[in-house]
């Protein structure tokens, strides 16, 4: 039997027996708060157990050993020999409260350590893992060797507990990661590098491979179960040094943790879409605080607030001797003849280019043109796109796929026309347009597993692709040796957008796409906008326009104020407003907060749930955080520091 803060019981068998334990146990995954159980034997704080809720098994973490309650609780199923370190559990904990979850879900992201150990205890490392290190520098093929600039920057990072390396693309940034870590490893410590997303990992990992050897692994979504227990295997035994990942490698069960790099810092893939909604890049920093171990971002466009927060090394200049230009078509999103001829042009050059369109599939929306009706998700208030590869409409939110409709369904009009251009119509075009170019489609609709996307870099770099179209993930970070023309279309969309981060994004998404071409030859970068006097400002000056933006956003907006969006949501669209307003109402008798705005969210509807939103602002987050507490109820979701606004 167990009871939760409320005094809620459950009836169960008589405790007659008087040497029972009993502990607050956190429910892994589940959003009640800690509940108590009993054990027949003593458990160490921070142990993996087993337990019944609801006649159903439900794995926690024991948290506190408590006075037998006045209440009957129930028997502990099962110990299992994992536990989580008292540095997971107080993350956890802070994660809860900062983030607005329960305790279990923030525990549910952490993966435990391996043994039955003591309280909060962490075994030591074993004695041949310094032994392994050494042996493979003694056969290390490559050894990293520092420019000047390149040394004043170590010297930097060395010096100060948190620290940004803000460097331009190309100027070595992975280089002075690796020599860190070097002097980490010579610590008997070990490194974790955390990637934006997995679209980052293949060529990162051939370099860091090369250097580190088999003390290197890697982390990601996207392996097999049997791969995760030999890579978990590699980290309990102490043989992984170097760890890299995206967020979730946050959570490892990392002993001995020397150095924390969050590569591409700025990278908004960082933030977790769903709950808990915490950003990794935060947490890294909050961890590092915890274990008092230097934590270094780099990005050559770094976010506002961490140029506003945290000291940073402008790392200036690179490898590169190239020139590029830019040239801007003052156009709506379109493929031009003049994007055609340079496309043309280039490839009779012998070199390889890059198209950037920001929507998938091959039309953004279709829409009746006798009554204007836009073909909309029957589950989401967002029009479908079209996928002429399978003759369907597919939701992005929620992906529910439907047949090609031929009339409209509103009117009965056989009038459809499309709007938006997206990848794979880009990719139709160029393909009837030049029969002779070997053409790649470059998005989350084609590249859906790590092999894939190995594959197609490695076919582009050997040239057997003379032309990659993707959406952004073209932008994140590969190393492409031969591009000499990026064409950039769409992206005054993005720079309209209702978001106050709209100018940052816009700025940083163009400057990290041009940064892929020019790394062998001289390169041009088309770019379709009619704000070219902002782009060209600002082009090769990103921090001019960092220290702009920081005084525009003052008094409104981060990094000077907090701000804490609360989005109700419900398959009773009523229930979900009417929670909204309730909410409203409180609010507005708190002076610790601004209420920016309320109401039903830009988008609706997602999977058949209506959503309407609150927009927070205040000077501190413990105020967000008081007022919050204050409102909050089970239909409620917290989404701290928010990065999207839809």
């Not at 040497?19 to 892994?28: K, R």
């Not at 179209?469 to 190393?479: P, R």
Request: glycine fraction near 6%; aromatic fraction near 10%.
């Amino acid at each position: 039997m167990c009871c939760n803060a409320k005094g809620i019981q459950w009836r169960h068998l008589s405790q007659k027996r008087h040497n029972l334990h009993f502990y607050t146990i956190a429910l892994l995954s589940s959003p009640l708060e800690p509940l108590t159980y009993h054990s027949d034997t003593p458990l160490s704080i921070g142990s993996k157990v087993s337990v019944t809720l609801s006649n159903r098994e439900i794995e926690g973490v024991v948290l506190l050993e408590v006075q037998k309650p006045e209440f009957n609780t129930r028997a502990i199923v099962n110990i299992s020999p994992f536990f989580y370190s008292e540095a997971q559990i107080k993350t956890a904990q802070f994660m809860s409260e900062y983030y607005g979850c329960s305790l279990g879900e923030a525990l549910n992201l952490f993966v435990p350590f391996q043994g039955m150990e003591s309280q909060y205890s962490v075994r030591p490392e074993p004695v041949e893992g310094f032994m392994v290190r050494q042996a493979h520098h003694e056969r290390a093929p490559i050894k990293v060797a520092l420019s000047r600039f390149q040394s004043n920057a170590l010297t930097f990072i060395r010096s100060h507990p948190i620290s940004l390396l803000f460097g331009d693309t190309g100027a070595g940034k992975s280089e002075i990661y690796m020599k860190r870590m070097d002097e980490i490893l010579s610590e008997g410590k070990r490194c974790l590098l955390l990637l934006p997303e997995i679209s980052l990992t293949p060529q990162m990992q051939q370099r860091f491979t090369t250097h580190f050897g088999e003390m290197f692994v890697l982390w990601h979504s996207k392996m097999t179960p049997k791969q995760k227990k030999g890579t978990l295997e590699k980290i309990h035994s102490g043989e992984a040094k170097i760890i890299a990942g995206p967020r979730s490698a946050l959570f490892l069960p990392v002993e001995d943790l020397g150095l924390i790099v969050v590569d591409e810092e700025h990278d908004e893939s960082y933030k977790s879409s769903s709950r808990p909604r915490y950003n990794a890049r935060d947490m890294a920093i909050y961890t590092g605080k915890l274990l008092k171990i230097p934590v270094v971002l780099g990005s050559a466009t770094p976010s506002l607030s961490s140029y506003a927060k945290i000291p940073f090394f402008r790392l200036r200049g690179g490898y590169y001797t190239s020139k590029r230009s830019f040239v801007f078509e003052p156009s709506i999103e379109a493929l031009t003849p003049f994007i055609d001829e340079s496309i043309e042009q280039n490839f009779k050059r012998g070199h390889q280019g890059i198209v950037f369109i920001p929507t998938r599939a091959n039309f953004k929306t279709m829409l009746c043109d006798s009554c204007g009706y836009i073909i909309e998700c029957p589950f989401c208030s967002v029009g479908m796109s079209l996928h002429k590869s399978s003759r369907a409409l597919k939701c992005h939110y929620c992906n529910y796929t439907e047949v090609l409709p031929r009339v409209c369904p509103k009117c009965q009009s056989g009038r459809l026309s499309t709007s938006r251009l997206g990848t794979a119509e880009a990719v139709e075009h160029f393909q009837k347009r030049f029969s002779d170019l070997k053409i790649q489609q470059f998005d989350r609709d084609v590249i859906t597993t790590q092999n894939k996307l190995t594959k197609v870099l490695k076919a582009f770099n050997n040239r057997e692709i003379d032309l990659l179209v993707g959406t952004q993930m073209l932008s994140k970070g590969h190393d492409y040796h031969d591009i000499a023309l990026a064409v950039v279309m769409g992206i005054d969309n993005l720079l309209g957008q209702a978001d106050y981060r709209a100018r940052e994004k816009a700025l940083s998404l163009l400057i990290q796409i041009a940064g892929r071409s020019g790394r062998k030859n001289d390169s041009t970068v088309i770019v379709q906008s009619f704000n070219e006097p902002f782009f060209r400002h600002f082009l090769d000056d990103y921090e001019t326009f960092l220290q702009k933006e920081l005084t525009m956003r003052q008094g409104h907006y981060p990094p000077h104020k907090k701000l804490a969006r609360l989005l109700f949501a419900h398959k009773n669209g009523m229930k979900a407003k009417g929670e909204m307003e309730k909410a409203v109402e409180i609010l507005k008798t708190l002076s610790i907060v601004d209420i920016v705005g309320s109401g039903a969210s830009p988008i609706e509807r997602i999977g058949s749930k209506y959503r309407f939103q609150i927009l927070l602002r205040s000077e501190q987050s413990t105020d967000l955080i008081r007022a919050i507490k204050r409102v909050k109820t089970p239909l409620c979701e917290i989404d701290m520091d928010p990065i999207e606004f839809t």
